[in-house]
């Protein structure tokens, strides 16, 4: 089954996104920006975020954007999460050839490194964190995923969630014992299935086939401490009425206004034409 089959989408059929014939676009100037905040009641951010840039205006831009929301006793789960992000980051490099298996590959290392701490000091023990990637490059967009911190498309007026939380709650969903609006504020929505580093061994989601990406394409990545606040259509029309550096401020301020219970980090990816350079 296509990781196409399951996007959630409001506005416009996920048929639309993928077309069989459609050829990847040599590439693209990309425009990515960041913002983490430790939220109103977090005395720390124990979220990581990363976004490493390769500008190239003739053959296209390059690029790795990370999430991770960490978790554990005191100080543990910024640890975890700065861990896996770095781990990803090193493996950068690498993921220019094969970089489906060079991005997963990354995650398994991640989370071999992250429990072996866990077992080896009693400070870290039970630390693990969510990962959520996307690698862009050559026209193609590639996802690795880990935990609930998300991974969405706006795409032609729609916005899609290309990554699948994995919660208790979303269990739930998938059995149709709960509707996806009650799981929204069901009081276990944050408790997840799996993360880097809580095992031995972790399953990874990945695409089966890399996504072929399109001028206008907007990504946005971020950790559950956004999405709880802001629903799905919000999201989507703060992320295409600002500049992605605005978006992301707004994002977070929206969220804090709400409440701001958890770190909230945002990420917004804007792919251009490469013969628009301004």
């Not at 059929?13 to 977090?42: K, N």
């Not at 831009?61 to 960490?70: C, S």
């Not at 276990?188 to 001028?215: C, F, Y």
């Amino acid at each position: 089954m296509s990781f196409f089959d399951h996007f959630h989408s409001k506005t416009a059929p996920a048929a639309t996104l993928q077309p069989p014939d459609e050829p990847a676009a040599p590439g693209f100037l990309i425009e990515a920006e960041v913002l983490s905040d430790v939220g109103c009641v977090r005395d720390h951010n124990e979220d990581c975020v990363s976004i490493l840039h390769e500008r190239n205006n003739s053959r296209g831009d390059r690029a790795l954007v990370v999430v991770a929301d960490g978790m554990g006793g005191h100080n543990a789960g910024e640890v975890a999460s700065a861990a896996a992000v770095k781990t990803l980051e090193n493996s950068f490099a690498k993921m220019r050839t094969e970089p489906a298996e060079h991005l997963k590959n990354a995650f398994l290392d991640a989370n071999a490194s992250i429990h072996k701490q866990s077992l080896e000091e009693d400070s870290m023990r039970g630390m693990g964190t969510t990962c959520t990637a996307l690698l862009l490059q050559d026209g193609l967009g590639y996802s690795a995923h880990v935990g609930d911190s998300r991974l969405y498309l706006i795409r032609n007026g729609g916005i899609y969630q290309l990554s699948e939380d994995h919660s208790a709650v979303m269990e739930l969903v998938t059995l149709g014992e709960i509707t996806m609006e009650q799981a929204r504020h069901h009081p276990d929505k944050n408790v997840i299935t799996r993360s880097i580093g809580g095992r031995e061994q972790v399953e990874v989601s990945t695409w089966a086939e890399p996504m072929r990406l399109r001028a206008g394409d907007r990504f946005l990545l971020c950790s559950d401490g956004m999405y709880d606040y802001i629903e799905d259509e919000e999201i989507r029309r703060v992320a295409t009425a600002e500049s992605p550096l605005n978006a992301c401020r707004q994002l977070v301020d929206i969220a804090r206004e709400r409440g701001g219970g958890d770190n909230i980090s945002v990420v917004i990816v804007e792919l251009r034409p490469l013969d628009n350079t301004n």
